[in-house]
């Protein structure tokens, strides 16, 4: 396996705390962050290497004013693709968010500018999505004689809905603001710095116990895949192994003996 201590990356910039929280910055602002295949190689050999190079969580961020506009369309025009061609890249697209919503690692994205097309698909494989007020949304392919091809009729449909997937990709309607947080594009619209906020909630995550971190970004994601009857089978067989790991008992005496933190409602 490659040593993180040696990892080389260009449009990505790694930053890593002592309390196992990295701060993963996309770093082409230039092209407002629009994925090339370099970028996406080096999403995939990041977030497949997570969990054994010791992230407890991770921020997704973008340098510049947006968070990512998706696809490098100059990269793909000039590259004059052949079918199969870029059914490859979609595939390396897949493999590069299935890293993310599968690698049990909780990921928050610090969304800010434009999240569309192809940067809606990568917001929408992260776990968690913080906003701020200049925040958009859009699936502009449909005006640009293109389809998606990074998971927006998986991810982005389980967010939105069927309907209003096919309408944003139809008609290039834009969401943001409020409307967006009530279509669940995002689950936090902050007033200042979406940035400190995921922070936030990443060093929240990150103090959860892994293995139970691991159930929860990755097992939910495997359930809502089966059957009703499977997913309560597999629930129950998570449930076993996370439950009983022998981590939890120094946090389950604390409930137990009335010292841990109690659950309390926003004041």
């Not at 999403?43 to 992230?55: C, T, V």
């Not at 569309?116 to 007020?133: F, N, P, W």
């Not at 103090?207 to 990755?218: D, E, R």
């Given at each position: 396996?490659?040593?993180i201590?040696?990892?080389?990356?260009?449009?990505?910039?790694?930053?890593?705390?002592?309390?196992?929280?990295?701060?993963?910055?996309?770093?082409?602002?230039?092209?407002?962050?629009?994925?090339?295949?370099?970028?996406?190689?080096?999403?995939?050999?990041?977030?497949?290497?997570?969990?054994?190079?010791?992230?407890?969580?991770?921020?997704?961020?973008a340098?510049g004013?947006?968070?990512?506009?998706?696809?490098?369309?100059?990269?793909?025009?000039?590259?004059?693709?052949?079918?199969?061609?870029?059914?490859?890249?979609?595939?390396?697209?897949?493999?590069?968010?299935?890293?993310?919503?599968?690698g049990?690692?909780?990921?928050?994205?610090?969304?800010?500018?434009?999240?569309?097309?192809?940067?809606?698909?990568?917001?929408?494989?992260?776990?968690?999505?913080v906003a701020?007020?200049?925040?958009?949304?859009?699936?502009?392919?449909?005006?640009?004689g293109?389809?998606?091809?990074?998971g927006?009729?998986?991810?982005?449909?389980?967010?939105?809905?069927?309907?209003?997937?096919?309408?944003?990709i139809?008609?290039?309607?834009?969401?943001?603001?409020?409307?967006?947080?009530?279509?669940?594009?995002?689950?936090?619209?902050?007033?200042?710095?979406?940035?400190?906020v995921?922070?936030?909630?990443?060093?929240?995550?990150?103090?959860?116990?892994?293995?139970?971190?691991f159930?929860?970004?990755?097992?939910?994601?495997?359930?809502?895949?089966?059957s009703?009857?499977?997913?309560?089978?597999?629930?129950?067989?998570?449930?076993?192994?996370?439950?009983?790991?022998?981590?939890?008992?120094?946090?389950?005496?604390?409930?137990?003996?009335?010292?841990?933190?109690?659950?309390?409602?926003?004041?």
């Amino acid at each position: 396996m490659i040593d993180i201590d040696t990892l080389t990356l260009k449009n990505l910039r790694l930053e890593r705390h002592e309390d196992g929280v990295w701060i993963v910055t996309l770093n082409r602002p230039a092209k407002r962050n629009a994925l090339d295949v370099a970028t996406v190689d080096e999403m995939i050999l990041l977030f497949a290497n997570a969990a054994d190079w010791g992230a407890r969580a991770i921020v997704l961020a973008a340098e510049g004013d947006h968070f990512c506009a998706g696809l490098d369309l100059v990269e793909h025009h000039r590259a004059d693709r052949s079918p199969a061609d870029f059914m490859r890249i979609c595939l390396r697209w897949h493999e590069a968010f299935n890293k993310m919503e599968y690698g049990g690692v909780p990921i928050i994205a610090a969304l800010k500018g434009a999240v569309v097309g192809g940067g809606l698909e990568l917001a929408s494989a992260a776990h968690i999505r913080v906003a701020d007020a200049s925040t958009y949304f859009a699936l502009p392919e449909g005006q640009r004689g293109l389809f998606t091809g990074g998971g927006a009729t998986i991810r982005v449909s389980d967010l939105v809905g069927k309907a209003r997937m096919i309408d944003m990709i139809l008609t290039g309607r834009v969401y943001q603001g409020d409307e967006a947080i009530s279509v669940g594009l995002a689950q936090y619209l902050v007033e200042g710095s979406s940035f400190d906020v995921a922070l936030d909630l990443a060093r929240k995550a990150a103090a959860n116990l892994p293995l139970t971190n691991f159930a929860i970004c990755s097992a939910i994601s495997h359930m809502q895949n089966m059957s009703a009857l499977d997913a309560a089978y597999a629930e129950s067989a998570v449930a076993g192994i996370v439950n009983t790991q022998p981590e939890a008992r120094a946090r389950l005496e604390a409930f137990a003996n009335r010292t841990a933190a109690r659950i309390r409602p926003n004041e």
